[in-house]
């Protein structure tokens, strides 16, 4: 069996509920073309996000993973 499926199979209910409670931390990106990018303010690493439907790029924020850590966000991108 695949390392990722016993992975899988480990997160249960009670890490849903866990990221549920816990508030996501915002953080600001910047608009550029149809992307948004941010830098994780856990890792430092720049994530860019790809849209292709402009409803979704023009909201003044949106969900969001770290691609590194996996943290999630929200990302704002005022005005
Ligand atoms: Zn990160």
Redesign the pocket.
């Known amino acids: 069996m695949p390392r990722s499926t016993l992975l899988c199979a480990g997160i249960t209910r009670k890490t849903r509920l866990m990221i549920k409670n816990s508030a996501k931390p915002t953080v600001t990106g910047t608009r550029s073309g149809y992307t948004i990018r941010f830098t994780?303010p856990?890792?430092a690493?720049e994530n860019t996000i790809v849209y292709n439907m402009p409803k979704a790029f023009y909201k003044e924020s949106r969900d969001a993973v770290?691609g590194?850590?996996r943290?999630h966000f929200t990302v704002l991108t005022p005005g």
């Open positions: 994780c856990n890792c690493k770290c590194k850590c943290r």
